[in-house]
Nanobody, 122 residues
Framework: QVQLVESGGGLVQAGGSLRLSCAASGGTFSIYTMGWFRQAPGKARELVSHINWSGGTTYYADSVKDRFTISRDNAKNTMYLQMDSLKPDDTAVYYC???????????????WGQGTQVTVSS
């Protein structure tokens, strides 16, 4: 059983930056594809980015390409999301999740964190 804990959310002005972290425990972190999802009020949870077990393959939603960077440190059992040039539309609760295969399908992610709030003011 993998436990995931997000941190790093907060309030930032448009154009600013935040770095989210996801710390994993209770499993073999390095075998999982890790993903960042977000859910804004009244909207469905959507995939923002994911990274494969080695960090060699990444995926980004079109809405965050060239602004967000996903990375992982398997030695520290931690994944990161560097968010730059933030926009009010990025306001959401951000969740990290783990999957046994590289996928964009939300339902195939087996483990989820509790989420961290990101609020971008205009």
């Amino acid at each position: 059983q993998v436990q995931l804990v997000e941190s790093g959310g907060g309030l930032v002005q448009a154009g600013g930056s935040l770095r989210l972290s996801c710390a994993a425990s209770g499993g073999t972190f390095s075998i999982y594809t890790m993903g960042w999802f977000r859910q804004a009020p009244g909207k469905a949870r959507e995939l923002v980015s994911h990274i494969n077990w080695s960090g060699g393959t990444t995926y980004y939603a079109d809405s965050v390409k060239d602004r967000f960077t996903i990375s992982r440190d398997n030695a520290k059992n931690t994944m990161y999301l560097q968010m730059d040039s933030l926009k009010p539309d990025d306001t959401a609760v951000y969740y990290c999740a783990a999957a046994r295969l590289s996928t964009v399908v939300r339902g195939l992610y087996d483990y989820w964190g509790q989420g961290t709030q990101v609020t971008v003011s205009s």
